[in-house]
T-cell receptor, first 116, second 110 residues
């Protein structure tokens, strides 16, 4: 299957700081990338959908000014958690696919964010 | 009603047993159905992918989709302790995103 690389896998930061998470599709061009958040013992909840070269579409209840998404190229999307607070501590996972040609989505390995 | 319903378990079986995992969904327009396996604190791994109704087999895994009853299943034959994980069913939404069930935690005892 296709490879999606997510970095970092683990980050600890102080409250009020910003954290950037990168998601790269290594062997295919991803026109669409999705960002999910997963709390312990919960399923993955979609936060936003990003299409290369356009603004991300956020799910209801997700603050777009807090969770900044950039999808500047067909192989890279970034999620920046701005002014992080302890309640933002969660497992963040990206997924990527080429909608229309290959309907499969592949996931990154996830980033565990802990805000102190 | 949630778009995808899945019994969270946990489900515990002895090694070698046949495992049956199931989900129901509400929107008859869904066409793409997936099963993912997720180990603790890891990203989900695509196991099976099915388009429309029917069966698909891959080794010890069989995925079934019954669109008439909006029911999807994953069967694992000769289950192994290494199969212990959380299994997520997913359907592809109209925007291309995946809508997941809650996940079923499976434990295969040696």
């Amino acid at each position: 299957g296709a490879v999606v690389s997510q970095h970092p896998s683990w980050v600890i930061c102080k409250s009020g700081t910003s954290v950037k998470i990168e998601c790269r599709s290594l062997d295919f061009q991803a026109t669409t990338m999705f960002w999910y958040r997963q709390f312990p013992k919960q399923s993955l909840m979609l936060m936003a959908t990003s299409n290369e070269g356009s603004k991300a579409t956020y799910e209801q209840g997700v603050e777009k000014d807090k969770f900044l998404i950039n999808h500047a190229s067909l192989t890279l999307s970034t999620l920046t958690v701005t002014s992080a607070h302890p309640e933002d501590s969660s497992f963040y996972i990206c997924s990527a696919g080429t909608v229309g040609f290959n309907e499969k989505l592949f996931f990154g390995s996830g980033t565990q964010l802990s805000v102190l | 009603q949630k778009e995808v319903e899945q019994d969270p378990g946990p489900l515990s079986v002895p090694e070698g047993a046949i495992v049956s995992l199931n989900c129901t969904y509400s929107n008859s327009a869904f066409q793409y159905f997936m099963w993912y396996r997720q180990y603790s604190r890891k990203g989900p791994e695509l196991l099976m992918y099915t388009y429309s109704s029917g069966n698909k087999e891959d080794g010890r895994f069989t995925a079934q989709v019954d669109k008439s009853s909006k029911y999807i299943s994953l069967f694992i034959r000769d289950s192994q302790p290494s199969d212990s994980a959380t299994y997520l069913c997913g359907v592809r939404g109209s925007q291309g995103n995946l809508i997941f069930g809650k996940g079923t935690k499976l434990s295969v005892k040696p």
